[in-house]
């Protein structure tokens, strides 16, 4: 089992950033790929980014590509998406996850068996 923590969320102008965290307990997340997701109002859960174990691989959509950044911390047992040039569209509670079972599929909902509670980032215009 795991259990993740989102933090960092808030309220921001456009064009500024914010940095999220997710911090993992109930076992290490070494052999863990990482992603991040959003969800709007009105709208299904949609992929952000992910991170595999070892952090060697990233994956993004193409709405964050180059204003957003994964990281991960295994020792700490954190992950982290750095968000800059936010957008009012990139408003939404974001949730942390997790896949035990390796890198693939990442921009699916239905491989992750482990989410957090979300952080709502709000972004005005």
């Known amino acids: 089992q795991v259990q993740l923590v989102e933090s960092g969320g808030g309220l921001v102008q456009a064009g500024g950033s914010l940095r999220l965290s997710c911090a993992a307990s109930?076992?290490?997340?070494?052999?863990?790929?990482m992603a991040w997701f959003r969800q709007a109002p009105g709208k299904e859960r949609e992929f952000v980014a992910a991170?595999?174990?070892?952090?060697?691989?990233?994956y993004y959509a193409d709405s964050v590509k180059g204003r957003f950044t994964i990281s991960r911390d295994n020792a700490q047992n954190t992950v982290s998406l750095q968000m800059n040039s936010l957008k009012p569209e990139d408003s939404a509670v974001y949730y942390c996850?997790?896949?035990?079972?390796?890198?693939?599929?990442?921009?699916?909902?239905?491989?992750?068996?482990?989410w957090g509670q979300g952080t709502q980032v709000t972004v005005s215009s």
């Open positions: 996850a997790a896949d035990p079972s390796g890198w693939q599929t990442v921009r699916s909902v239905t491989t992750y068996d482990y």
């Open positions: 991170i595999s174990r070892g952090g060697i691989r990233t």
């Open positions: 109930g076992r290490s997340i070494l052999s863990v790929t």
